[in-house]
Every structure is written in structure tokens, then in C-alpha cells.
């Protein structure tokens, strides 16, 4: 959703289908070895041709549901979630999330037990206020009939954009947001005994930097990886480049780029890790080709050292 100049903003069988063909996967960093050759992620039903804007894409942890947002946010279009489910001849056709539609909403996340999912939205805190200006983060449950109703996560939110959510299985609860002088960092909330969150702090300088912008965290369900996106760091490949940070006796490791079997001379962002897997889904973005649109592609990625 974030982008430098201006805010830019789902049954195993069809993950197995979607993961078909893939080869040997991409070593992170690695320079040498060859690179499997990403593939659009569901063509056709998720990945779409022509001006739909996907954004973000998270899968349940059985893979039997995707949730993912659509719409330009440079055209001024609405931004909403839709869902999708699986079926044995693959993912259904695509409806509007039963949570989203009315307001702004992008960077839907299931927690990792599925019981829970993180977005962030432009919906007023109090029913009848307007439409808020900036981006919260909210949480809605996940129930037998589809979801519950939003709660507003007021610890980490400000009036600043807070986007792109992601939690471990320690309620450790990491997103992007410019709050800092309108500079995009990586920061973290933690989880209370009472169920809410706490005021957020600033990653390292391990992962945050003051000349580049940094967003789009995705944490593994254990907390020790996490995945980001840095925009135009002189050892990157383009615009936006994916990297990955390993927590060590409490801290965070420097920052590596993922490399070139990832990373490309194109805009590459909003990563999702298939952490079972081994599969990396993410979007790609030729900014200067005004014929392509973001879509979703998949590649097998080796994240270990």
C-alpha cells in the first residue's frame, strides 16, 4: 500500500495447483544459483488482467481461504477486500469480504491460528463519523459464518497511517507507518494480557533506515524472520526491493536483500510467506510500462542461512 512520492497502497489442493511446476527454490541473497521463474499467482480468479489493482493477499492457515484488496488508489477508486475460497476445481469466484466495502480497507492478515485477521481501514472509530483521513489498524474475528464485527486497535494507531499488519504467535504485532516526519518505518505493538495493544516503537536501524523508506513487514509465526520492503537502497534491483531480518537473542540481524531470484529491475512489494510452504507470494510492478498492472507471483523461496 505504501510507495514512496505517494501512498500505495486468499484447501491445500488449490495452493498444491497454484505451486505447480515451480522449480528449485530461489536461495535468498544468492547471486550464483539459478532462479526459478516466478509464476502469476491463480490467473484469472485473484491475479487479474488489466487495470484492477490488486494489493496484499493472505491465505488462512488451512489455504482454504484468501483474502486480498483491490482497487487504484491513484484513480481515486474504493478500496475493498474480497474473499475468495477453495474448491477441488480450484479458488471460487471472488466476492467483497462481508467486513469491507463501505469504508477504505487494504492489508487484510490472518493471525497464525486463523481465528483472527488484521487489516487496516479508513473507517470512523465511532459509528456515524466520517471516513477517518489516515489509516488505522483493526482487527475483526473469524467465526463459523464468516467474521465478526471490526474492533478498533487504538494503541498503535495514530493520526498518522498505520498499514500492512503482521503477527506472530506471540502477539507481537508489526506494521508500516509514516508517523515519523512522514519518513516510512517498520514498528511494533505488543499484545497486553487484557487483549489490547500496546503504543508502538521503531525497529532498529537494523531494519529502519533515514535515508529510505521501509514497510510491508511479514513476520514468521515464530517471530525469528521477518520480511520487509525497502524502496531505492543502492544495493537494490529497482524500485521497491524485499529483504529479510532474522531476530537473535532479542534483536534484529542487518538487513539482506533477498536477491536477484526475488528481486527484480521492477517494483517488487507486499510480500506474503507461505512459511509451511517455502513459497514466497508477492507483487510486481513495472511503474514505467503504463500497460502493466500489479499481479501476484509465486516462487519457492529458501529463507534459511
Known sequence: MQRRRS?????ACSVAAALAGLAAPAIAGSKNKKCPE??????????RPGNNWESR???????????????????????????????????????????????????????????????????????G???????????????????????HLAGPSTAADELYPSIDRNGTLYFGSNRDNEQWDVWRSTRQANGTFSAASKLSTAVNTDDYWEFNPEISPNGKTLLFVSLLRPEGYGWGDIYKTNLRQGAFTPA?????????????????????????????????????????FIIPVDLDD
Open 256 to 296: 539482506a536483500n533477498l536477491g536477484p531470484c526475488v528481486n527484480s529491475n521492477a517494483d517488487d512489494y507486499h510480500p506474503t510467506m507461505l512459511w509451511d510452504e517455502g513459497e514466497l507470494i508477492y507483487l510486481r510492478n513495472f511503474i514505467e510500462d503504463p500497460d502493466w498492472y500489479p499481479d501476484f
Open 7 to 11: 501512498l500505495r497502497l486468499a484447501l
Open 57 to 127: 493477499i493472505t491465505l488462512s492457515p488451512d489455504r482454504s481461504v484468501a483474502l486480498w484488496g483491490v482497487g487504484n488508489f491513484f484513480a481515486g477508486e474504493p478500496l475493498v477486500i474480497l474473499m475468495s475460497q477453495a474448491t477441488k476445481k480450484g479458488w471460487s469466484e471472488p466476492v467483497v469480504a462481508s467486513f469491507s466495502g463501505t469504508y477504505d480497507d487494504v492489508d487484510t492478515i490472518f493471525a497464525p491460528d486463523g481465528k483472527t485477521v488484521y487489516f487496516s481501514s479508513k473507517r470512523p472509530v465511532n459509528a
Open 129 to 151: 463519523d466520517p471516513p477517518r483521513a489516515d489509516f488505522d489498524l483493526w482487527r475483526v474475528s473469524v467465526t463459523r459464518n464468516g467474521f465478526g464485527t471490526p474492533v
Open 38 to 47: 516466478p509464476q502469476v499467482f491463480a490467473p484469472n480468479v485473484i491475479s
